[in-house]
Structure formats: C-alpha cells, structure tokens
C-alpha cells in the first residue's frame, strides 16, 4: 500500500510506503508515481492513530438520548446513580458498548485500554459485554480490557471472587481505585489487586481522584509494590488529580519515582491545577498518555468518542499556546498512550519528540486535514482516513 501525498507530523508531503502492517519507507511526494491502487492522501496531515487508554466503555451511553444529570456528588454517588440505572436504558448495553467503540474508530481511535466494571450487582456482565465488543473489532482496534471495581474491593462481600472471574476470563489489567477514600483500607486494597496482578500477571492500573497528600501517601504505597513485586514497567496512575499539589519537592520526588519504576500515568485532560506537570513527567521520560474516561454517562455529560477533541481539551486546560506544546498534547494522545499499551512501539522521548511514524513502525496511521498539526487540533476536521495494522478502517468517520 502506497499512501500518496501525505505530511507526517506536519512535514513536506510524502508518500509513505506500508508493507506487512508495517511502514516500509517514506519518500519525498512523486506526483508522477501515482497508480490507481493508492490511498489519497491529498496534501493531509498524517499522524499515528490516536490511543484512548483511559475509557469506560461500560459505562457509556453514546448514541442514546441526552438525560439529566442525576448523580450524588463523589464517586460513591456516582457509582450508584450508574448501579441504579444502567439496565433500564434506551438500548441494552452489549449494543451501546459496540456503538461507542465503532465511533472512536472511525473518528481516529484505534488503540483502546477500555475499564470494564466488575461488582456484586452488575458481576461479570458489563466485562463481558466489553469483551464481546473487543471481538468484534479485533481487526480494527487493539483493545485492552481493565478489570475494575468501581465500587471499591471491601464494602461488598464477594467482590473478590468477580475479579477472579474476570481475570481468568481475559482481563489484561486490573485497576484499582482510591485505596484510602473508598474502601478505607489502603493497605488491604493494594495488596489484593497487586496479589491477583502477581496471580495472573496481568498489569496494574490505579484510578486516583484523592486529594494532595492522601494521593501521594497512596502512590507511596503503590511505588512501594511496584518495586518489591519488581512490577517496573507495568502499572499506571490514573488521574491523580492532585500528585502535584504537595509541594515543589514532593512533585519533583514523584515524577523521580515515575521515571526510576517506568510507573505510566493518564489523564482525561481535566480543569484544575493539582496535576503533576505534564511537562516534566514528559521530559523525565516519564509515560504519560490520554484517555476520555466516561462517555456521555451516568457519571458526566462529556465525551463524544473523538480523541481530537481531547487532544484540544488536554492543549486548553494546559494553556498551551506554543506548537511544540500542542504537538507534544497530539503526541501524548497517539503514541504517549500506544507505549502504555505496548513494549513494541516507540516512546516519547522527550518533549520534542514525534514518534510513531518512523521505518519500521506499525502502520497505525491517522490521515486528517489541517494546515499543520496546531490547526489540526484547532479545528478538529473531519475528512479522516484511519489505518489500523497497514488496513484502512475507517474514512470520513464511518467504518469501511
Ligand atoms: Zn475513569
């Protein structure tokens, strides 16, 4: 497959040669070499496929009506409004988990780490439906599926044994979430969702809303397994809205701890100022990548299965304004996340670097108009063309 006429990164047009899933050479534009059998870039941008790695497809109600947001403040409210109303929606939840995931391909989305909630009131149906979902994209989409208990490890009874269920069903992460806030017992909880991790070596994922020094006391804890487990490389701190509220010496000690343990780290590009600097981690070699969390669910409004509009959202709550910024927001949603999924995939080294679109590289491509990849994210096109393994999915945001 020849790609012709084609920007990476914002470069001089290209034609880009893939073979075997793989990107095989990229050559200065040659209008003259064009044959009928070439995909068109027409002058596009062409950026790696956009990786979600942090999204509840279990949740989601894209492609239902709007309702009104009746949820108790806090993540036990939440989690409740979603137990009390999840299975009496529009359609059943198999369909909308299909749906959800059919419109994040073919808007860009190609590499999915998706949480499937596992409690003693859903059990294993909504994993399941996250699963089948799985299957049927598995030629468009590599998808990770997170086993999570939403609802906390502890206050139920039973709790355990769906984990378990999961786990042996083809869960390949476990989350965890807010071990202090929520089950009030950090040690316990850490030590069980490490213990199945250990168990059935699966990676580790642990969804954090606490507050400043709660937070990094529960990162300590967290830190503290992934070195006696010898877990380097293989777990992530999700949101961690407030790592970096501390103090200057405690971020900086943080991202130092990131960076020594390979611990990677995902943001929904929120509001706020708490974070860890994005700048920093990245610099610090530190895996940072991007995901939307809930789509149009019972826990919020937001989300709308395009990661181009994340992307905007991550530049905009970061302020950014400057292009190696923006870019670097782009290279964060593509190949940022890609190395949280994956060992084989080139990681961002360092701010300035673009990765993702180099000989040798999987042919997991986004083809998308803009002027240069600033504009991109600015004005979020949608003339796409989606490549996923050197196969085109996707084009004009409808699966082909
Ligand atoms: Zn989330």
Redesign the pocket.
């Known amino acids: 497959m020849i790609i012709r006429d084609v920007r990476p990164w914002g470069g001089p047009r290209s034609d880009v040669e893939v073979i075997d899933g793989k990107i095989a050479a990229i050559r200065p534009h040659d209008e003259s070499a064009r044959t009928a059998g070439d995909v068109d870039g027409r002058g596009r941008l062409l950026f790696p496929s956009f990786s979600d790695v ?1 999204v ?1 497809l279990d949740s989601s109600r894209v492609g239902l009506p709007f309702r009104p947001h009746t949820g108790a403040p806090g993540v036990w409210g939440m989690m409740l409004n979603d137990r009390n109303n999840w299975r009496t929606a529009e359609i059943g939840l198999p369909e909308r988990v299909v749906g959800t995931l059919e419109r994040m391909i073919a808007r860009g989305t190609t590499r999915v780490r998706t ?1 499937a909630q596992v409690d003693v009131d859903c059990k294993l149906e909504k994993f399941e439906a996250v699963m089948a979902a799985k299957d049927r994209f598995a030629k468009q989409a590599d998808v990770q599926v997170m086993t999570f208990p939403q609802a906390g490890i502890l206050r139920e009874e039973g709790t355990v044994d769906y984990l378990e269920a999961s786990l042996r069903g083809g869960a390949e992460v476990i989350g965890g979430i807010d071990p202090c806030q929520l089950d009030r017992d950090p040690v316990r909880h850490l030590d069980i969702v490490f213990g199945l991790a250990e168990k059935y070596q699966v990676e580790v994922d642990i ?1 954090l809303h606490e507050p400043g020094e709660l937070a990094v006391f529960s990162t300590e804890l967290v830190l503290e397994r992934t070195r006696a487990l010898g877990m380097q490389g293989k777990v992530t701190i ?2 961690g809205y407030e790592l970096g509220s501390v103090s200057e010496a405690v971020t900086r000690r943080v991202i130092d701890d990131f960076a020594e343990l390979d611990v990677a780290m995902t943001t ?1 590009a929120p509001a706020g100022r708490g974070q860890l600097p994005l700048v920093d981690l990245v610099a610090a070699g530190v895996r940072v990548g991007l995901g939307e ?2 789509q149009r669910d019972y826990w919020s409004p937001y989300g709308n299965c395009d990661m181009l509009d994340r992307t905007w959202q991550l530049a905009f709550t970061q302020n950014y304004r400057a292009d190696h910024l923006i870019e670097m927001a782009l290279a964060i949603g593509t190949m940022g996340g890609a190395s949280i999924m994956s060992r084989d995939v080139p990681r961002l080294a360092g701010v300035e670097d673009r990765p993702g679109l180099g000989v040798g590289d999987r042919a997991d491509l986004l083809i998308v108009d803009g002027e240069t990849p600033t504009s991109a994210v600015m004005d979020r096109g949608t003339d796409r063309t989606v490549i996923h393994d050197g196969v085109i999915v996707a084009d004009g945001l409808a699966l082909v």
Do not use: A, F, L, T
């Open positions: 942090h509840h949480y969804h999700s949101h929904i969390d809930g």
